[in-house]
């Protein structure tokens, strides 16, 4: 029977998914709309981190994200593309090699495949203005040409992204985005359906 006691509150019966039981799944189903619920909470909390983090620049990542999502909404974006801006780069310190692709999975079930396009393919639109100084094709995005998104992510980085690490400019604070985050985090998950958990809806287009 599910629901019996544990350490940290009630707990399911089975040790292997195949023999659970209704009430195991509906416990799950409860448990789990309370933790997605604190999810703008644990989003805000990881993104503070990114404070302090210069890599070499002459702001850190969190002023940086704040720069982008701050220049983004000064020039009208709608409200997830700003949120997209200040989580573009959540996840550098974690995976900087795919950082894109991490917070395009993080926002994917809240927002247009259309955001997740550019998110998840910022960094190499980024190329643009640094790969060739490295030995690096600064034209790599090219291979996305003729994709439909291909100028909100060209107009994404150089209206809001590149152009983000300047000390001197006078970005909103964190405070002011959180409403924003929270709005964007509590929609119906629309990849999500319920019972559905492992469907594939909201796939973007390559």
């Known amino acids: 029977m599910g629901g019996k006691p544990g350490p940290g509150g009630p707990t399911v019966s089975f040790t292997r998914m195949a023999d659970g039981t209704r009430e195991d799944y509906e416990l799950l189903e409860?448990?789990?709309?309370?933790?997605?619920?604190?999810t703008a909470d644990r989003v805000l909390a990881h993104l503070r981190e990114l404070s302090g983090s210069l890599g070499g620049y002459q702001v850190d990542r969190l002023e940086h994200s704040l720069q982008t999502a701050t220049r983004a909404h000064r020039d009208g974006?709608?409200?997830?593309?700003?949120v997209a801006a200040?989580?573009?780069?959540?996840d550098d310190l974690l995976a900087p090699h795919s950082h894109g692709e991490l917070a395009a999975l993080?926002?994917?079930p809240y927002v247009t495949e259309r955001t997740h396009w550019i998110v998840r393919h910022h960094g190499v639109f980024q190329y643009y203005y640094?790969?060739?100084h490295v030995g690096g094709d600064r034209n790599a995005r090219d291979r996305y040409r003729d994709h439909p998104w291909y100028q909100d992510a060209v107009d994404f980085c150089h209206r809001w992204?590149?152009?983000?690490?300047?000390?001197?400019?006078?970005s909103l604070p964190l405070e002011f985005f959180e409403p924003m985050v929270r709005r964007v985090f509590a929609r119906e998950p629309y990849s999500l359906a319920?019972?559905?958990?492992?469907?594939?809806?909201g796939d973007d287009v390559h």
């Open 161 to 170: 992204d590149q152009c983000a690490f300047d000390p001197d400019y006078d």
């Open 106 to 108: 993080l926002l994917r």
């Open 30 to 38: 409860r448990l789990e709309e309370e933790f997605t619920a604190g």
């Open 86 to 90: 200040l989580l573009h780069d959540i």
């Open 77 to 82: 974006a709608e409200e997830e593309l700003v």
């Open 194 to 201: 319920p019972r559905n958990r492992g469907g594939t809806a």
């Open 130 to 132: 640094y790969a060739h």
